[in-house]
């Protein structure tokens, strides 16, 4: 590969790393959800320093083309990334029919207090 | 001087009570509050039969959320001064006045009790004293400050810092993070020696593979908290 567009890579690669770690001190991303991408990310620039490491590991696999083992790598840790949002997604809709459920049950005992006193100040 | 005890609490039908108890019958101006973080044991009810001041989470936040709701129950009701106690009977009542009086004296922001300043009574296992060690040399390098026990749940803050806090507080492992982004801001962070018992009852929360996951995530965490300018507090 061309140094040229490595570098460019590079130079790519940290400043995605760089605004991620901003957003996430702004509090606008959480740290836990974004770790895949950070994880991601450093993978990228390791292979960008050393493309070495997809030559081998093509041939391990007894893949013909090393860009095909990049395509595949990357494809891979892409599903990563969306599994691990699936599973917060999961989380988070456990966590709201939850919550929907307790409002609701606080809103009626709310209610029935509030029956409760009506009439006790009927009756004085 | 307004101070309250925050004790969160995650399935301790065990211990709650009992330490509950233990604050009552051995401080004399501090308010307490259990904050019941869903637990599926009978925490609750526990509590509630006894008539403890007590939180009731709709849902499960773990440790940092528990806490964050216990500072911001402290910000909304003028408390000066808030100390988060756990619930599993590891902290000892007695240190409270005398964290109380160095925050004070000192004018500190935040005062920690340590285990590791006379490394006396329940040191805890090997890999924590190792997570510890490694974090302390961490939080060394990035803010110059040597906190000896930076997971140590056993801390009190004043007002400023609770009113940071109970808006943004680290939701897991929130410990060392924390301490890292007020140092940043300039604040001054002292530690007190203390014992602390091992745990009495109940399970707890962090396991083996959690810790590895733990040390990743909050060591990236502090490295994010050192984007950005540090602030000098102006005195």
């Known amino acids: 590969m061309n140094t040229n567009i490595r570098l460019v890579i ?19 991303l959480n740290l836990k959800h974004t770790l895949a991408w950070f994880f991601l990310i450093l993978v990228m620039m390791i292979i960008d320093l050393f493309p070495d490491i997809i030559v081998f590991f093509s041939s391990l696999l007894g893949i013909e083309l090393p860009s095909n083992m990049l395509f595949l790598f990357g494809y891979i840790l892409l599903l990563v990334i969306i599994y691990t949002l699936t599973v917060a997604i999961s989380k988070l809709s456990n966590e709201i029919r939850q919550m929907a459920q307790k409002m609701a049950l606080m809103n009626k005992e709310l209610e029935q207090l509030k029956e409760q006193k009506d009439t006790d100040k009927e009756q004085t | 001087m307004k101070k309250l005890i925050i004790i969160p609490a995650y399935n301790e039908s065990d211990n709650i009570l009992d330490t509950v108890n233990d604050i009552l019958s051995n401080t004399t101006d501090f308010d307490y509050i259990v904050i019941n973080d869903c637990s599926t044991d009978n925490t609750r009810e526990i509590c509630e039969d006894n008539n403890l001041n007590i939180i009731n ?18 910000k909304d009701n003028g408390y000066d001064i808030a100390v988060q106690f756990d619930g599993d009977g590891q902290h000892d009542v007695r240190y409270l006045d005398i964290m109380a009086d160095k925050l004070l004296a000192d004018k500190c922001d935040m005062v920690i009790g340590s285990r590791f300043i006379d490394k006396e009574g329940y040191q805890s296992s090997f890999m924590r004293r190792f997570g510890i060690g490694f974090f302390y040399r961490l939080i060394k390098i990035v803010t110059g400050a040597k906190i000896t026990d930076p997971t140590s749940g056993f801390r009190m803050i004043g007002r400023n810092i609770i009113e940071i806090f109970a808006n943004d507080y680290p939701k897991d492992y929130p410990e060392p993070e924390s301490v890292v982004s007020i140092l940043r801001k300039g604040m001054k962070v002292e530690e007190i020696p203390v014992i602390m018992r091992e745990r009495q009852g109940g399970i707890s929360s962090i ?10 995530k909050v060591s990236i965490a502090i490295l994010v908290e050192c984007l950005g300018k540090s602030g000098k507090k102006v005195s």
């Open chain 2, 207 to 216: 396991s083996p593979w959690n810790s590895i996951y733990y040390m990743i």
């Open chain 2, 57 to 74: 989470l709709p849902i499960n936040l773990g440790i940092g959320g528990s806490v964050q709701t216990g500072y911001r129950y402290a």
């Open chain 1, 10 to 28: 590079l130079a790519i690669l940290l400043l995605s790393l760089i605004m991620l770690g901003r957003q996430v001190k702004k509090r606008t």
